[in-house]
């Protein structure tokens, strides 16, 4: 399949047990594109479940916000949209990791660290993230 455009989804609720279904869609597309380097894979998912787990604990109302996630396999990337029936809010980007006592309000920031491209708009009554990652670098604040 290398060379190819795959696309794999997953519908459903966004309720915390769909979390496993988020890990396995990644995990079908990963094996079935052995060409993926691990790192990219564990980075690329480590990322969209950060911004899926948002979704569960902050769409509203709290077990009836319905979601559509598309990945998307390329040459030179992965891609995912995620899209959510949730209520219309405005995500913070562009703020510094908080500080080592924060309890929270990491996700969305190393989200941003790992992805290439991170987008959020709101489309028809829905809630829309685009997330892109090029393969083959590591960002400088995750290499060791």
């Known amino acids: 399949m290398a060379g190819e455009t795959s696309e794999y989804t997953l519908s459903g609720f966004a309720v915390p047990d769909q979390l496993d279904a988020v890990h396995e869609l990644l995990g079908r597309a990963a094996a079935e594109h052995p060409e993926l380097d691990p790192m990219d894979v564990m980075l690329f998912e480590t990322a969209l479940i950060e911004i899926a787990n948002n979704v569960v604990e902050h769409g509203r109302p709290e077990g009836e916000v319905h979601w559509t996630f598309t990945v998307r396999v390329m040459p030179d990337q992965i891609e995912a949209d995620l899209k959510d029936s949730g209520q219309?809010?405005?995500?913070?980007?562009?703020?510094?990791?908080?500080?080592?006592?924060?309890?929270?309000?990491?996700?969305?920031?190393?989200?941003?660290?790992?992805?290439?491209?991170?987008?959020?708009?709101?489309?028809?009554n829905l809630n829309h993230w685009r997330m892109v990652r090029r393969l083959g670098q590591v960002p400088e604040e995750l290499q060791i």
């Open 88 to 124: 219309p809010f405005t995500p913070k980007t562009g703020e510094a990791m908080p500080g080592d006592d924060a309890e929270g309000g990491r996700g969305l920031s190393m989200a941003e660290m790992i992805f290439d491209k991170i987008e959020f708009s709101r489309d028809e």
